[in-house]
């Protein structure tokens, strides 16, 4: 099996709230680079090409236009930003890493990798980590909070001004797409799940199935179609017992040794091309415990092993 051992990463911090509205999210990156991630991966073997910090407004005294969709236009811009940096780590042949703040800003990273892949007549494939669906449009969301919308608008559903980021859509097809450890998701957004062609495994199936056999299965129904596989992972995924710093925690996720397993999986898998790590709330963690583990989490993505 092919080893995703990339030599050469790219770090894109992007300190955004405004797409959950809980401030801490801002702080996600400065955590994640106390944790000496950059040094880690330097011992690793893995040269940090390059560090962006995307430049997020502030919104303190910015009016909400919309209700139904808060700080859209400031999301579009950052989501922009955000599409352009993936896109160039790729094209330099390093491997992408984007550290949140909130999940919002996965419709840029998505986009600039599947866009990578458009240019050369392939296909991305998704792979979602997350509690919940963010699958909600600006008709379903009751909060009008972006940072539950993302996995839909890289699907092309909802406001063009967000699922046409770089000038098409969808950026991701429902066949290639999985969601991975489902426990809290909104009624409508079960039937629009059900109703599409995504691949979604819940809290139950992953305790009737086990995680490695949802991997093995997930990454053999994407293997035929693309040729590169994006991780999105939302780190309330994994239970507030071990992540306890994410803006959104629900009790009954994935324990700390699922979480590393799903890791090192898919780092034997040659397929994955970039990862995110979203939603690091270091307001609500504990010793920075969550960003700890989110470093040792990208860490073993990209080839770190125990022995
Ligand atoms: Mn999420």
Same mark, same amino acid.
């Given at each position: 099996?092919?080893?995703?051992?990339?030599?050469?990463?790219?770090?894109?911090?992007?300190?955004?709230?405004?797409?959950?509205?809980?401030?801490?999210?801002?702080?996600?990156?400065?955590?994640?680079?106390?944790?000496?991630?950059?040094?880690?991966?330097?011992?690793?073997?893995?040269?940090?090409?390059?560090?962006?910090?995307?430049?997020?407004?502030?919104?303190?005294?910015?009016?909400?236009?919309?209700?139904?969709?808060?700080?859209?236009?400031?999301?579009?811009?950052?989501?922009?930003?955000?599409?352009?940096?993936?896109?160039?780590?790729?094209? =330099?042949?390093?491997?992408?890493?984007?550290?949140?703040?909130?999940?919002?800003?996965?419709?840029?990273?998505?986009?600039?990798?599947?866009?990578?892949?458009?240019?050369?007549?392939?296909?991305?494939?998704?792979?979602?980590?997350?509690?919940?669906?963010?699958?909600?449009?600006?008709?379903?969301?009751?909060?009008?909070?972006?940072?539950?919308?993302?996995?839909?608008?890289? @699907?092309?559903?909802?406001?063009?001004? @967000?699922?046409?980021?770089?000038?098409?859509?969808?950026?991701?097809?429902?066949?290639?797409?999985?969601?991975?450890? @489902?426990?809290?998701?909104?009624?409508?957004?079960?039937?629009?799940?059900?109703?599409?062609?995504?691949?979604?495994?819940?809290?139950?199936?992953?305790? =009737?199935?086990?995680?490695?056999?949802?991997?093995?299965?997930?990454?053999?129904?994407?293997? =035929?179609?693309?040729?590169?596989?994006?991780?999105?992972?939302?780190?309330?995924?994994?239970?507030?017992?071990?992540?306890?710093?994410?803006?959104?925690?629900?009790?009954?996720?994935?324990?700390?040794?699922?979480?590393?397993?799903?890791?090192?999986?898919?780092?034997?898998?040659?397929?994955?091309?970039?990862?995110?790590?979203?939603?690091?709330?270091?307001?609500?963690?504990?010793?920075?415990?969550?960003?700890?583990?989110?470093?040792?989490?990208?860490?073993?993505?990209?080839?770190?092993?125990?022995?």
């Amino acid at each position: 099996m092919i080893i995703t051992k990339p030599t050469n990463v790219s770090l894109i911090f992007v300190p955004i709230h405004f797409g959950g509205g809980h401030s801490g999210a801002s702080l996600g990156p400065a955590a994640l680079k106390a944790t000496n991630l950059h040094k880690l991966l330097n011992f690793q073997g893995i040269n940090v090409s390059q560090e962006i910090d995307i430049n997020v407004p502030n919104v303190s005294d910015i009016e909400i236009q919309d209700p139904k969709l808060r700080y859209l236009d400031q999301i579009v811009d950052v989501c922009n930003a955000v599409a352009t940096a993936t896109q160039d780590a790729l094209e =330099h042949n390093c491997f992408p890493v984007i550290i949140g703040g909130d999940h919002s800003y996965a419709i840029g990273s998505i986009a600039g990798a599947s866009n990578f892949f458009r240019k050369r007549k392939q296909e991305l494939g998704l792979i979602w980590f997350d509690a919940h669906g963010d699958m909600n449009t600006q008709e379903t969301s009751l909060s009008g909070n972006i940072h539950g919308m993302p996995l839909a608008k890289s @699907l092309g559903y909802g406001n063009p001004k @967000l699922t046409n980021i770089l000038g098409y859509n969808p950026k991701i097809k429902s066949e290639n797409t999985v969601l991975i450890g @489902l426990r809290d998701v909104d009624d409508l957004e079960k039937k629009v799940i059900k109703s599409s062609e995504i691949a979604s495994y819940t809290m139950s199936d992953i305790d =009737h199935i086990g995680i490695n056999d949802i991997l093995a299965k997930s990454v053999k129904q994407l293997n =035929h179609n693309v040729e590169g596989i994006h991780i999105s992972f939302d780190l309330d995924v994994i239970d507030p017992q071990y992540a306890p710093g994410v803006s959104t925690p629900v009790e009954g996720g994935i324990n700390l040794r699922e979480s590393l397993q799903i890791m090192s999986y898919l780092a034997q898998y040659g397929k994955i091309c970039s990862l995110d790590i979203a939603e690091l709330n270091p307001l609500n963690d504990i010793k920075n415990k969550t960003g700890e583990l989110a470093c040792n989490l990208i860490l073993t993505c990209l080839g770190k092993n125990m022995l």
